[in-house]
């Protein structure tokens, strides 16, 4: 059985909660990524019981033909209709007394229609199981990470050729969004954020209409999915010759990104990480002006744990992916964010991104 249902099973026999099973309720693709990484399918429907000694993975008529090709090593049966009413037939026909089933994965709609559909098996509520196996990247995560992340610096290149005047930040979008899918992606990891001149100022614009023109700023936040496993890139550049402003916010926001990343490393606590990146920027006297945290997890999720903000309480571990993205909004001006992605190794972390950084680009 594979490496990640051991480690599931072995949680759950150290957790407080004596649960005889786990349970993923993946319904109108509300738990896809949980589902795909512990069986390796990806599907809009399915249920995945895992037991002591079995795994039983429930699916209907449009994928069950897949499941039997690629779920060897589970046991399958087949959903006709009312998954959650199927799924609580089958628990309660194996004797069990309790099953697991994470809060953070499912909605309160399908969590009350299981609760009332068992029959004297109990539901043990856990907070984060998987999500915290899901943290650290084994070695084939970590190839599909960098084949996302190389897409997202092609993409980025691509931009640099094609970015003109008239250009509106939708046709930009679009184009990065079709750029990265012809050249591998199955999808994007979000849809890209495209900001130019004063809307750059929100840090999640949506692309709009907004004419591209010279003298603007250009913030473009993109990721490729490969394989399920995202990737995550900003970069800021200016339409022109950049003016002297624009030299020194960009300075002091890569100033705050290196030093972010000099802080990673093993044992390193994920606050203190955000730390240097917030004093860099609090001691140029931007410190209201960056409201985000300087990071996050990414993996088949592309905000995932751990959390690299004043609240966390994370700390870093060798394989896990993390961003590093600070950034200084000014309303009415604009703003500049830098992000790459990187794994936490042995004694520090390695960058998948390679898109340059070191100084403002003037892509026309
Ligand atoms: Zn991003
Ligand atoms: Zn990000």
Known sequence: MNKRIERLRKLLAESEESADGYLILNIEASDRPNQRY???????????????????????SRYIEDAKENLTEAELEKIDSKPVETAATLINDLEIDAVAIDQNDVSLKFYNKLRDCLNGVELLEVDGLLGEIRRKKDGQEIELHEKAADIGDSAFSHLLDFVEPGLTERDVALELEFFMRKNGAESVSFPPIVATGAKSAKPHAHPSDNVLEPGNLLLVDMGARYNGYCSDLTRTVYLGEPPSKVKEIYRIVLEAQLSGLEALGPGESAREVHGA??????????GDSYGHGAGHGVGLDVHEGPKLDETSEDTLEPGMVVTMEPGIYLSGWGGIRIEDMVRITEDGYARFSHAPKDRVINPL
């Open 277 to 286: 990146t917030s004093e860099v920027i609090e001691e140029a006297g931007y």
């Open 38 to 60: 512990l069986t390796g399918f990806d599907s809009t429907l399915g249920c995945t019981l895992v037991l002591e000694d079995r795994v039983i993975f429930l699916t209907d």
